[in-house]
């Protein structure tokens, strides 16, 4: 066998960009921090639009935010949460009283079938507007909610 194949020398690398082994190392310099800072941590609980959009899940999450610290104190969240206990309670006594109407064959169905989806609509357009951070005032639960909150809409 020739010398060629077993090679007592190993063959010399082509211009090399990494240190040889043994050689000292430049010190570590880190990369540059580019971009903006990272956003600070956020404020424990909710965010007042995430409370008022809860608040008109049932009146409990809005009975509840009348009375923790943290949601009472703020003008917007006791706005949706006297406007939330106003219309269940108005909407529990309109149900009620349009529920004698269905006696009347067609026409106390088809009333009580309205009045029900148009509270629904009512709900949800309230709590649409409220997750978006602004409010959907009622006509008259809306200025009782504004007073007692004192939040202008």
């Not at 909710?46 to 008022?52: D, I, R």
């Not at 809005?62 to 106003?86: C, D, E, T, W």
């Amino acid at each position: 066998m020739s010398e060629q194949e077993f090679g007592s020398t190993p063959p010399t690398p082509e211009a090399s960009t990494e240190p040889a082994w043994g050689a000292t190392q430049p010190p570590y310099t880190p990369p540059p921090a580019y971009g903006a800072p990272p956003p600070p941590a956020a404020a424990p609980g909710l965010s007042e639009s995430a409370a008022s959009a809860l608040a008109y899940v049932t009146f409990i999450p809005a009975l509840i935010f009348l009375l923790v610290a943290p949601y009472n104190q703020s003008a917007k969240i006791r706005f949706h949460s006297i406007q939330m206990l106003g219309l269940s309670v108005v909407g529990f006594v309109v149900m009620v009283v349009v529920s004698f109407l269905v006696f009347i064959p067609i026409l106390g169905f088809l009333i009580y079938l309205a009045t029900g989806i148009s509270l629904l609509v009512i709900w949800i357009m309230c709590i649409f507007k409220a997750s978006q951070g602004g409010a959907f005032k009622l006509p008259i639960l809306g200025d009782f909610a504004s007073k007692q909150s004192g939040y202008v809409v």
